[in-house]
């Protein structure tokens, strides 16, 4: 079946530095890729999202790349805050049917040291 | 106020006890999904709903159940709570052809 594998699990960066978190997908069809942050007692929120007809998105300090042929895509945050500090969530559609489901990956922790 | 709303935010319950998590959304949105977090292994998917009339099983379906009351109502039942229920409980919604989902908060639920 489809499948997300995301890297690393943890995360920690000193403040002001980059933060790259790595995911790949199995099903060839997925189109749609976004990106999901969730702060500490909270429900995950969209922060970024890229579609399979670009290979990059940028929204200040972070990006995200795909590679279709590879089957991986990748957040970029750079200059790193504390507020940055949450667990990032990637996730890819799911092509069968107009269903709207998506398959997530298992996240990452991310520690911004000040 | 938030678009999407869950409770409750938190509850304790004993093993063998039927408890329902519900989920309301001022959103319009068609469609309405249930998650589970676990440490490690992400989001997966429990049931989906198009609309009142179309529920759908996800990933994770056995010991769940769900009703759709209204298009803005969408609830989740463990009939017969076990200790391995024990998780964090998300609700999400989208716009039928979209992708986007937004969540809501969360209820953490403790099996003991």
């Known amino acids: 079946g489809e499948n997300v594998e995301q890297h690393p699990s943890t995360l920690s960066v000193q403040e002001g530095d980059s933060a790259v978190i790595k995911c790949t997908y199995s099903?060839?069809?997925?189109?749609?890729f976004p990106w999901y942050k969730q702060e500490l007692g909270k429900g995950p929120q969209l922060i970024i999202d890229i579609r399979s007809n670009v290979g990059e998105k940028k929204d200040q300090r972070i990006a995200v790349t795909l590679n279709k042929t590879a089957k991986h895509f990748s957040l970029h945050i750079t200059e790193t805050q504390p507020e940055d500090s949450a667990v990032y969530f990637c996730?890819?559609?799911?092509?069968?049917?107009?269903?709207?489901?998506?398959?997530f990956g298992q996240g990452t922790t991310l520690q911004v040291k000040p | 106020d938030a678009d999407v709303t869950q409770t409750p935010r938190n509850r304790i319950t004993k093993t063998g006890k039927r408890i329902m998590l519900e989920c309301s959304q001022t959103k319009g949105h068609d469609r309405m999904y249930w998650y589970r977090q676990d440490p490690g292994l992400g989001l997966r998917l429990i049931y989906y709903s198009f609309d009142v009339k179309d529920i759908n099983k996800g990933e994770i379906s056995d010991g769940y159940s769900v009703s759709r009351q209204a298009q803005a109502k969408f609830s989740l039942s463990l009939e017969s709570a076990i200790p391995n229920q024990t998780a964090l409980y998300f609700c999400?919604?989208?716009?039928?052809?979209?992708?986007?989902?937004?969540f809501g908060p969360g209820t953490r639920l403790t099996v003991t």
């Open positions: 999400a919604t989208s716009e039928g052809g979209s992708y986007e989902q937004y």
């Open positions: 996730a890819a559609s799911i092509s069968s049917g107009n269903t709207g489901k998506l398959i």
């Open positions: 099903d060839s069809a997925s189109n749609y």
